[in-house]
């Protein structure tokens, strides 16, 4: 009896090449591809389920959820649901793949290009342009995590500057992907802003909502009524209905000058966008405006002039600048400055789908993004207003960091569990499964 299918070992970052030559070695219909090496513990008859979702489901590739072994406590660990929109190459398929083998070789046949690191990447995307990717919702393996790091700090493993080779690599292969889609943006279409239009109290607002940031909410505030400027600016705060003493704090300092308005909203259903939403229709609003989080800081007093000027400059619709992470005595911490390099002047609005933020700090220009909106989430919502104004303007960005992030057990994202971490995974792929499709039918017209 022949067997069903060939099991081999990879690793993530694998070449282009592995697969020519694994394409000639198979001989079963299906083979299984294992990223994690021999930490890995199959469940029962747990490839075989694979290969019976493959078979009823005609999938051309297939995953699913696992348990993962963690200094021997078992957590569950559930994968999303495939859609456009999974377009990261660092989407969590977990480490078990089975693919159709007979995919795997037209892949090899179509010749495509030759990566050293975006193989497994290249891959996976042709079979989702061409075929049919399944989730199986069900625990088939084990993986022995070694990596003990909190969620807060696996967040920026994509942008450290170690990682640059790999992720020019990645980028080339999601720009093809796009292309291959009719979802590519080119750049000599994008728009630029007529920067005198409309009337504004201030050239700038600095916008920061808030909820329960008494340790912190002050410091935020200090760095920016020190900002120097040759142009009038203003800080509008969003309090959404702190009880720490927060909103406490930030009426003592309104009350000591006109250039912070308090916003209370009557509101108790807002996340972090409407807060943003309510701001930026203001009265009080500027022609810009500027986000700082409530634990974060402007790294120098010339940050918010270094961003008006980037607007001026560029007449861009967006400015995002770089920070550096940091512990709460401004220590610098690992992997250092973020400074998102992988973002082109030619490139970067298509390879905004393929990372999972833009950088910080993020600031707008008011007509656009009071016409957009944000939408009402604690979670996403600069990205998703960030894809959607890339797609149709030019954005600025500054590579000198501006912005000081400061990383505390206090941060929301600090220590999330695997099941918070798909959530907000699966979220952002639905934005970019909605931009995608907007880009799409762009390009028709």
Not at 64 to 76: A, E, G, M, P
Not at 254 to 268: G, K, Q, S
Request: glycine letters at 6%.
């Amino acid at each position: 009896m022949y067997p069903l299918f060939d099991s081999f070992i990879i690793n993530r970052l694998v070449p282009t090449d592995s697969f020519c030559r694994i394409a000639n070695e198979v001989s079963a219909p299906y083979l299984v591809l294992n990223t994690h090496g021999e930490g890995l513990k199959l469940g029962y008859r747990a490839i075989e389920r694979m290969v019976q979702v493959a078979e009823d489901s005609k999938a051309d590739m297939v995953y699913s959820n696992r348990y993962v072994s963690k200094q021997d406590i078992l957590q569950t660990v559930p994968t999303n649901e495939y859609q456009t929109g999974s377009i990261r190459d660092d989407f969590d398929f977990g480490s078990l793949l089975l693919i159709r083998t007979e995919t795997l070789k037209r892949f090899v046949a179509s010749n495509p290009e030759s990566y050293q690191y975006a193989g497994l990447y290249q891959l996976r995307l042709y079979i989702s342009r061409m075929g049919r990717i399944v989730h199986v919702n069900e625990y088939l393996y084990t993986e022995v995590e070694d990596d003990l790091r909190l969620s807060g700090e696996k967040q920026f493993d994509y942008v450290d500057p170690r990682n640059r080779l790999v992720q020019v690599e990645m980028e080339q292969v999601c720009t093809a992907h796009l292309k291959e889609m009719g979802a590519l943006v080119h750049h000599a279409t994008l728009k630029t802003i007529d920067t005198t239009e409309g009337e504004f109290p201030y050239e700038a607002s600095v916008i920061i909502p808030v909820k329960n940031r008494a340790k912190t909410i002050g410091d935020a505030i200090q760095s920016v009524l020190s900002q120097e400027s040759d142009f009038p600016y203003n800080l509008i705060v969003v309090d959404n209905h702190s009880t720490d003493g927060t909103t406490e704090i930030i009426s003592r300092l309104a009350n000591e000058t006109p250039l912070i308005t308090l916003i209370c909203p009557e509101r108790d259903d807002l996340g972090i966008g409407g807060c943003w939403d309510l701001a930026i229709r203001h009265s009080q609003c500027g022609r810009y405006v500027v986000q700082l989080d409530s634990d974060d800081l402007y790294s120098d007093k010339h940050t918010l002039q270094c961003i008006v000027d980037t607007f001026r400059r560029e007449r861009c619709a967006m400015v995002v600048g770089s920070y550096r992470l940091c512990n709460f005595a401004l220590e610098t911490l690992p992997p250092g400055v973020i400074d998102h390099r992988e973002w082109t002047e030619e490139n970067g609005m298509n390879n905004a789908l393929r990372i999972n933020g833009l950088g910080a700090p993020r600031a707008f220009y008011t007509p656009v993004i009071r016409e957009m909106g944000f939408p009402n989430v604690s979670y996403g919502e600069d990205y998703a207003v960030g894809i959607a104004i890339s797609r149709q303007y030019r954005l600025g960005r500054i590579y000198e960091p501006i912005y000081l992030c400061r990383r505390w057990e206090g941060n929301s994202d600090a220590a999330l569990s695997p099941e918070r971490v798909a959530v907000h995974n699966h979220y952002k792929d639905s934005l970019r499964t909605q931009e995608i499709r907007a880009r799409v039918n762009l390009s028709r017209h």
